[in-house]
């Protein structure tokens, strides 16, 4: 499983704009970049998936270069309660145990 | 239900003692997870179970630990003679088991497991 690298932790203020870029140099061609949210105390929260190019849905959108070795995760006009930390996860279509990293620790801030 | 539930949602227990935790999954999921996390840490693999099919037991730190399931509902997570290190937070997730790249897992709040 092709292993991923995002930073550890990352401030912001509320309003802004947040991207997250993760690294997976050894993705392979079957392979899906998921992004999850995890508040403390709960379990994560699918955030958002894509493959190439870039997804958006209502709650942001997913940057994904053609060589696929990395991906954004962008986060428009940031709140208070998109703290939490966020987990890029790469994994094989279809069904499967999901391997999570450290993930980044976002802080927002007034 | 409307979303994935555990029970309990703190434990605590003495070293040594077994504990069982519960997991319901959304109702038609066939494929069910068991995750555990430690403080501050990401979450770790443990089990998964698809349908009739046998479980991928190979996150099961010890053979301590198991798990089971009722069809495609309840499953249980057994953990044996608990030691402090099992202290953590397990969560369990489900899916719809979609071929391709659309199958979400979605997550419990987890049970807090803690040691003494």
């Known amino acids: 499983l092709a292993k991923t690298t995002q930073p550890i932790s990352m401030d912001s203020y509320e309003g802004q704009e947040v991207n997250i870029t993760c690294s997976h140099n050894n993705i392979a061609t079957n392979d899906y970049i998921t992004w999850y949210q995890q508040f403390p105390s709960q379990g994560p929260r699918f955030i958002i998936q894509g493959y190439k190019t870039k997804v958006t849905n209502e709650v942001a959108s997913l940057f994904i270069p053609a060589d696929r070795k990395s991906s954004t995760l962008s986060l428009p006009r940031v709140s208070l309660s998109d703290t939490a930390v966020y987990y890029c996860?790469?994994?094989?279509?279809?069904?499967?145990?999901?391997?999570f990293g450290a993930g980044t620790r976002l802080a927002v801030h007034p | 239900g409307a979303g994935v539930s555990q029970s309990p949602s703190n434990k605590v227990t003495e070293k040594g003692k077994d504990v069982e935790l519960r997991c319901d999954p959304i109702s038609g999921h066939t494929a069910l997870y068991w995750y555990r996390q430690r403080l501050g840490q990401g979450l770790e693999f443990l089990i998964y179970f698809q349908g009739n099919s046998a479980p991928d037991k190979s996150g099961l730190p010890s053979d301590r630990f198991s798990a089971e399931r009722t069809g495609e509902s309840v499953s249980t997570l057994t953990i044996q003679r608990t030691q402090q290190e099992d202290s953590a937070v397990y969560l369990c997730a489900s899916s719809l088991a979609r071929a391709g790249g659309g199958d979400t897992q979605y997550f419990g709040p987890g049970t807090r497991l803690t040691v003494l």
């Open positions: 996860l790469v994994r094989p279509g279809g069904y499967n145990k999901l391997i």
